[in-house]
């Protein structure tokens, strides 16, 4: 099941549309931002497959964030409101361009270090932060970025 809190933050971000539309880049996508691709393999889903789609694509972001930031344990670490913001930015994102951002992910991953002795240093969630307001990819999701930055910084659901 996935935290009602999480849940919401995603749909509001993504959307919850039962019937298969394009998306901001021309791709195929249905229920909460579940990519098809460059063709619609379902035209329509109801309730029920949309919340199992989220479900899925949750867990798989949840995996990419360990595969790209280590292990487990040191993300379960996070307070929940930044867990929420690191799978809501994975989910958006994907693993590939998480893996890849240049200015994002070596704020986090320096943020995840830091935490592990210093727990209460909040000046590195600034700096991640500041990674995401300065990033194209912000500029792009517009309030989502905002809102995704502010919650890493104060550790607060936005």
Same mark, same amino acid.
């Given at each position: 099941?996935?935290? #009602?809190? %999480?849940? /919401?933050?995603?749909?509001?971000?993504?959307?919850?549309? %039962?019937?298969?539309?394009?998306?901001?880049?021309?791709?195929?996508?249905?229920?909460?931002?579940?990519? $098809?691709?460059?063709? #619609? !393999? +379902?035209?329509?889903?109801?309730?029920?497959?949309?919340?199992?789609?989220? !479900? /899925?694509?949750?867990?798989? /972001?949840?995996?990419? $964030?360990?595969?790209?930031?280590?292990? =487990?344990?040191?993300?379960?670490? $996070?307070?929940?409101?930044?867990?929420?913001? +690191?799978?809501? +930015? +994975?989910?958006?994102?994907?693993?590939?361009?998480?893996?890849?951002?240049?200015?994002?992910? #070596? /704020?986090?991953?320096?943020? %995840?270090?830091?935490?592990?002795?210093? #727990?209460?240093?909040?000046?590195?969630? =600034?700096?991640?932060?500041?990674?995401? %307001?300065?990033?194209?990819?912000?500029?792009?999701? =517009?309030? !989502?970025?905002?809102? $995704?930055?502010?919650?890493?910084?104060?550790?607060?659901?936005?």
């Amino acid at each position: 099941m996935i935290e #009602p809190i %999480l849940k /919401a933050q995603l749909e509001r971000d993504e959307g919850r549309k %039962l019937v298969a539309y394009r998306d901001s880049a021309g791709y195929w996508t249905i229920g909460v931002g579940h990519l $098809l691709g460059t063709s #619609p !393999r +379902m035209s329509s889903i109801t309730d029920e497959e949309c919340d199992a789609l989220l !479900r /899925a694509d949750v867990e798989e /972001a949840i995996r990419s $964030l360990s595969n790209v930031f280590g292990e =487990k344990e040191i993300l379960l670490g $996070l307070n929940q409101p930044r867990m929420r913001a +690191m799978v809501n +930015m +994975m989910f958006n994102r994907g693993e590939g361009r998480v893996r890849s951002s240049t200015t994002i992910t #070596p /704020a986090i991953k320096r943020a %995840l270090g830091i935490m592990q002795t210093q #727990p209460q240093n909040t000046e590195v969630w =600034k700096a991640v932060s500041d990674a995401i %307001l300065a990033s194209p990819w912000a500029a792009q999701i =517009k309030s !989502r970025g905002n809102r $995704l930055a502010k919650q890493f910084e104060t550790g607060e659901d936005q």
